[in-house]
Nanobody
Framework: VQLQASGGGLVQAGGSLRVTCVVSGRAFSMYVMGWFRQAPGKEREFVGAVARNGGFASYADSVSGRFTISRDNAKNTVYLQMNNLKPEDTGVYYC???????????????????WGQGTEVTVSS
């Protein structure tokens, strides 16, 4: 299973950006898909995750109401739409996949089976 994240870039505060993660390999629909980020000098943190059928997503408090995660199981793709970006959103964004997570309480835990290489997002003030 390989995860390829893309779509990062430089954006001004208040702007929007969408990052994408394409998954190859085994059936995409069997995975809970998560997004994490790591700012310079900080630990990796949970951003949000989406259930296998896309019907439910949970988010970190810091991004709730600004970020939206969606998925297209026909395209093996998960999206992270980021609106009203802030400088503190700057970091490398990673997608992750896990086939054994059940229940939203498990989503923030970083014990995902597979990880992408990350895409860098920089928000200027």
């Amino acid at each position: 299973v390989q995860l390829q994240a893309s779509g990062g870039g430089l954006v001004q505060a208040g702007g929007s950006l969408r990052v994408t993660c394409v998954v190859s390999g085994r059936a995409f629909s069997m995975y809970v898909m998560g997004w994490f980020r790591q700012a310079p000098g900080k630990e990796r943190e949970f951003v949000g995750a989406v259930a296998r059928n896309g019907g439910f997503a949970s988010y970190a408090d810091s991004v709730s109401g600004r970020f939206t995660i969606s998925r297209d199981n026909a395209k093996n793709t998960v999206y992270l739409q980021m609106n009203n970006l802030k400088p503190e959103d700057t970091g490398v964004y990673y997608c992750a996949a896990d086939s054994s997570k059940y229940g939203s309480d498990s989503y923030p835990h970083a014990d995902y089976e597979y990880w992408g290489q990350g895409t860098e997002v920089t928000v200027s003030s």
